[in-house]
């Protein structure tokens, strides 16, 4: 991230929000680029867009789990869907075989 040059792309508050972040141990100096303002990310996860599901922008998700094998997690599904696809005595298919719902 280049604070002076990427301020046309990204906004007029980019100079102060990188400063934030740097602040909070989000971004730092970059070691291996020569200009000074260079930040690079240096946050907790290595790769935070794998935080984010692109299948769905629902936060809140349901876990489905296997009982009878027991209590193997299945999959997660969003709150949107949960209550459709999953409820009481819904029949659900996942990779191809099928299992009752017995609660939500």
Known sequence: LLPAEDTAFLGASLPAVAA????????SRDPHDMRTEAYRYTGPHESPAAAISLRAIDPDRFTIVNEAAGGEVME?????????????GAVYMFQGRTYLCKRL
């Not at 934030?20 to 971004?27: F, R, W």
């Not at 997660?76 to 009481?88: L, R, T």
């Open 20 to 27: 934030t972040l740097a602040t909070s141990g989000l971004l």
């Open 76 to 88: 997660e599904i969003e709150e949107s869907k949960a209550f459709y696809e999953v409820y009481d």
